[in-house]
């Protein structure tokens, strides 16, 4: 684990790929145990340590990830997030450059909690939820494309989903129909950057996430 910003009242953490954010019936100690332990060693604190979770991102995606310190960051985190008035943005690497080198993705996504999965439609179906996102085209190589992504909502899978509706399915994402997986099962998904006001203080607090340890993350990146 590594920590990009931390105060008292909140702690920005850069999560690999392949950990859990929170508990899940793998049994897997999730960051939130890993914050936990951190905030308890350094500062030596007795009984046990409040940590709460914000948001959470996909299990083979890496990047920022925001835990609150204290009730009152967690509560107006929460309606922050709620609100959009947090900035999240995204890269991604994909097989297939888009038509347009930058654009806004509009679908409606229906949500298979068995297959754990989303399904994107271009039109409103039952049960299905609004996505918007803007892509940009950052750069490219020979076999690949660098898309820099911001959400404007936050549905299941919602980037991995609409990129592959619109035929840039990321790298290494089986489930969204990448032809091969990774070498570390993760896919090529990186929470870059978050923006927001910080919920006490009202600083403005922007954090960047380090590129994966990996060879066509650091061949393609600008």
């Known amino acids: 684990m590594q920590v990009l910003y931390e105060d ?27 914050v936990k332990a951190y905030i308890k060693e350094k500062y030596a604190k007795p009984g046990n340590v409040f940590v709460g979770v914000v948001h959470r991102l996909d299990r083979p995606v890496a990047g920022i990830v925001v835990f609150a310190k204290t009730s009152k960051a967690l509560s107006r985190l ?11 943005t995204y890269w991604a690497i994909t097989a297939n450059t888009p038509k347009e080198e930058q654009g806004t993705l509009v679908n409606w996504l229906v949500r298979n909690e068995k297959q754990n999965k989303s399904y994107a439609y271009d039109k409103e179906v039952p049960n299905s939820k609004k996505a918007i996102l803007n892509y940009r085209l950052i750069s490219k190589s020979e076999r690949y494309a660098l898309l820099e992504v911001a959400l404007l909502t936050g549905r299941h899978h919602q980037i991995r989903c609409q990129l592959a509706h619109m ?16 070498p570390d099962a993760s896919i090529s ?5 978050i923006e927001f006001i910080h919920p006490v203080s009202k ?20």
Not at 12 to 33: A, F, M, R, W
Not at 167 to 182: E, T
Request: net charge neutral.
């Open 189 to 193: 998904l990186l929470a870059r950057r």
């Open 78 to 88: 929460n309606t922050m997030f709620s609100k959009g008035e947090v900035h999240k």
């Open 8 to 34: 008292n009242h909140i702690i920005i953490v850069h999560k690999s790929s392949g950990e859990i954010v929170q508990g899940d019936k793998t049994g897997d100690t999730p960051l939130s145990d890993i």
């Open 167 to 182: 035929g840039c399915v990321i790298k290494g994402d089986l489930k969204y129909g990448a032809p091969r997986s990774n």
């Open 203 to 222: 600083e403005p607090i922007v954090v960047e996430a380090p590129l994966p340890d990996d060879n066509l993350w650091r061949a393609i990146a600008p």
